[in-house]
Nanobody, 121 residues
Framework: QVQLVESGGGLVQAGGSLRLSCVASGSFANIDAMGWYRQAPGARRDGVASITREGITHYSYSAKGRFTISRNNATNAVYLQMSSVNADDRAVYYC???????????????WGQGTQVTVSS
């Protein structure tokens, strides 16, 4: 099984910055793409940013120019650097990893427990 442990969430002032971290552990053959999703109150879970194993990144329109996703393949970690945060960024942020487990030819998604980001004015 695969476990994703997130950290870095908390309270941040509007206009400020925050860095989220996620580390994958367990038994698996390979981790392909990793990403961050978020779910605001009353909304569905939407993608924020993703990054391939080779380092190719994609961002949602609202995240582009403000957030930066990165990863460390040696430590199976993915990060989200959040800058110029605003009230719309308030949400529970979830780490996601597409994992090839032992004995499987498909990629299976795994999720972290979620970390709360609250924005104050």
């Amino acid at each position: 099984q695969v476990q994703l442990v997130e950290s870095g969430g908390g309270l941040v002032q509007a206009g400020g910055s925050l860095r989220l971290s996620c580390v994958a552990s367990g038994s698996f053959a390979n981790i392909d793409a990793m990403g961050w999703y978020r779910q605001a109150p009353g909304a569905r879970r939407d993608g924020v940013a993703s990054i391939t194993r080779e380092g190719i990144t994609h961002y949602s329109y609202s995240a582009k120019g403000r957030f930066t996703i990165s990863r460390n393949n040696a430590t199976n970690a993915v990060y989200l650097q959040m800058s110029s945060v605003n009230a719309d960024d308030r949400a529970v942020y979830y780490c996601n990893a597409r994992v090839r487990v032992w004995g499987s030819t498909i990629l299976t998604p795994f999720w972290g427990q979620g970390t709360q980001v609250t924005v104050s004015s």
